[in-house]
């Protein structure tokens, strides 16, 4: 059965700052920069969230869509942990700006950073069930930064951006193996949001629960995959990344359960898991979108001349997992490469630190549950002119007193 990701698009916004920079200004302890394997992160500006992120990733592919195939979209799913509202989902204003049919389900799913992967679960299982025959179902998995924990070792992991997928029966991106999907989930409280101002939780138990996940989600996909090995089945592993050395901890803690002599275990990740990183070390842990960041960085960094099979580890605190795996082909890389990720990061402004702590402060402003707003440029008005205006990217205008958000193509 041919289902997967047919295409898949990318946002991660318009500026980044250093994060050796940014340990150095907080006095954190530079000892624990190595740790982290990152060199910048993304920032979002005042005129941007959730919503913006979505539609900027999206539209370039569903533009190059015919009006055939746009039209036999039958579901938007958004996954975030950045909603703007108790009831309405992220969908309806994406829907909205990318013009598509009414024809369409629209909902929001939020399971932390699993959430991406429950969405395109979903939408592989509304393709497979052959309900509607030829429907595709656009996933977009969108978060921005607003809580931001200052002075923490959290911050300096924390970025923005988007990743949006059409999931179709001509996944030309990766085939996934259907049926082959192993779970692990339970009550945590590793990390959460409470309050539009916190981001909180215990790093250690946070690490513990991935770790756990990892191995049991990993025995629950052993159990129903005939002959799989860890070692010899996947040419390639992605992981969820909140940071590169999360996900190198986690790979040698696996492979050390597999008895994997020492000196073996960094010559498998450097060649089945570093590329995964590359484009994750420029932008941060984008919450549920990192796993597809991941996959991108992937495929645009190894040598692929023909089909090899990956597997894919997805963990959401609170907590839930999952591994899966499928197929990438020369054609998934064709595709990833031409949407010049690599450019589009260079190209960010450089923030000053002095400019950063001015958009942490202005982005405070724009929090869930805000009303009565018009969005002033004008304090970033150097950045939003050289990198913003004039790009044709949707960003923020106002929000009416009855909390309607309005936005605009710059």
């Not at 108790?86 to 909205?96: E, N, Q, V």
């Not at 930064?145 to 179709?168: N, W």
């Not at 549950?369 to 150097?382: A, E, F, N, R």
Request: proline fraction near 3%.
């Amino acid at each position: 059965m041919d289902i997967g990701i047919e295409s898949i698009s990318t946002f991660f916004g318009f500026t980044r700052i250093g994060v050796h920079d940014l340990f150095e200004y907080r006095k954190l302890d530079l000892h624990r920069f190595s740790n982290l394997l990152m060199e910048r992160k993304s920032v979002s500006l005042p005129c941007e969230d959730p919503v913006t992120n979505a539609v900027n990733a999206a539209k370039p592919m569903i533009d190059a869509l015919d009006p055939g195939e746009r039209d036999r979209i039958e579901m938007v799913i958004t996954a975030s942990e950045s909603g703007l509202d108790f009831g309405k989902s992220l969908s309806t204003y994406i829907h909205d700006y990318l013009g598509l049919s009414r024809r369409c389900r629209l909902f929001e799913i939020k399971q932390a950073c699993y959430g991406g992967t429950a969405a395109l679960q979903m939408a592989v299982n509304f393709i497979a069930s052959n309900a509607s025959p030829n429907a595709k179902v656009l996933v977009i998995a969108t978060d921005v930064t607003r809580a931001t924990a200052k002075f923490t070792y959290a911050e300096p992991s924390q970025g923005t951006g988007a990743v949006a997928m059409l999931i179709g029966n001509k996944p030309e991106i990766l085939e996934l193996d259907f049926g082959a999907n192993g779970y692990h989930s339970y009550e945590v409280m590793d990390t959460c949001r409470p309050d539009v101002h916190v981001e909180t939780g215990d790093p250690d138990l946070s690490l513990m629960s991935y770790l756990d996940c990892l191995s049991n989600s990993f025995a629950d996909y052993e159990s129903r995959v005939e002959g799989v090995d860890f070692l010899s089945s996947f040419e390639h592993l992605v992981f969820h990344t909140p940071f590169g050395g999360m996900v190198k901890g986690a790979h040698r803690a696996m492979l050390r359960s597999l008895r994997v002599p020492v000196n073996q275990i960094e010559d498998d990740f450097q060649r089945r898991m570093q590329p995964s990183l590359a484009h994750c070390v420029e932008v941060g842990n984008i919450y549920s979108a990192t796993i597809f960041m991941a996959l991108c960085g992937l495929i645009d960094n190894i040598e692929l001349n023909g089909a090899k099979r990956i597997g894919l580890f997805s963990y959401g605190s609170g907590c839930s997992s999952e591994f899966y795996s499928g197929i990438i082909t020369p054609r998934s890389q064709e595709k990833v490469r031409a949407l010049k990720i690599k450019s589009a990061l260079d190209s960010r402004y450089d923030l000053n630190l002095d400019e950063y702590e001015t958009l942490l402060d202005l982005n405070e402003k724009l929090l869930f549950g805000v009303k009565d707003l018009t969005v002033d440029v004008s304090p970033y008005q150097q950045i939003y002119d050289s990198h913003v205006a004039g790009s044709g990217r949707l960003v923020l205008d106002s929000v009416d007193a009855n909390y309607h958000r309005k936005y605009r193509w710059a």
